[in-house]
Structure formats: C-alpha cells, structure tokens
C-alpha cells in the first residue's frame, strides 16, 4: 500500500480557506492517481476531486469553482485548497491514492468544521 498522511483541518467561518496537504510514501508518486473524499456524519464518502499523473482534474459538482486540488510530484504531496467554505463542507476528507501496482490506499483523515 501507498501510505498517506493528510493535515490542514481544521475549524472555520463560513467563507473562509483551508488547504488540505497529503504526503504519500511507499511509491512511485508521479504515477499515483491522487484524490480527496469526504464523509459527513450519516453519509457516505464521497469523491470531491482527483487528480492524475498528467496532472488532469476531475471535481465533484459541489466543489467546482471554489476547491482546487494539485500535485507537487517533487514534495510527493497533493493539496486541497479549499475557498469559500460553508457549513455544508463539514467533513472528514480523507486523501485517497490509486496505484496500479499496489492497489487504492487511504489516509486516516483530517476534520474539517465550517461554522455558520
């Protein structure tokens, strides 16, 4: 497995910014398909966006225009800037990394509150 160490949570006003950071070890990181989730409580987890080894993006329709994920393959760490935050993006988001090699691995997750 890929291992990954997410950090970045925290509490915030609504409106306000966060950056999520995960570091992944234990493989080729350039060649990992990187990706954050989220799961509120009662919910399911649920994809917010991911990004590929060509640095290729996919959101969630309820990030677009105010979350931005990206990849530092030198630093082996992919973000999440997170912008105009509401309350309905409390979660815990959790990093995710797909490998052909070693399969899909997760991170233990970082909380995020946004308070109204």
């Known amino acids: 497995q890929v291992q990954l160490v997410e950090s970045g949570g925290g509490l915030v006003q609504a409106g306000g910014s966060l950056r999520l950071s995960c570091v992944a070890s234990g493989s080729r990181f350039s060649n990992i398909r990187m990706g954050w989730y989220r799961q509120a409580p009662g919910k399911q987890r649920e994809l917010v966006a991911r990004?590929?080894?060509?640095?290729?993006?996919n959101y969630a329709d309820f990030v677009k225009g105010r979350f931005t994920i990206s990849r530092d393959n030198a630093k082996n760490t992919v973000y999440l800037q997170m912008n105009s935050l509401k309350p309905e993006d409390t979660a815990v988001y959790y990093c995710n990394a797909l490998s052909i090699t070693l399969g899909t691995s997760w991170g233990q997750g970082t909380q995020v509150t946004v308070s109204s």
């Open positions: 990004i590929a080894s060509d640095r290729s993006t």
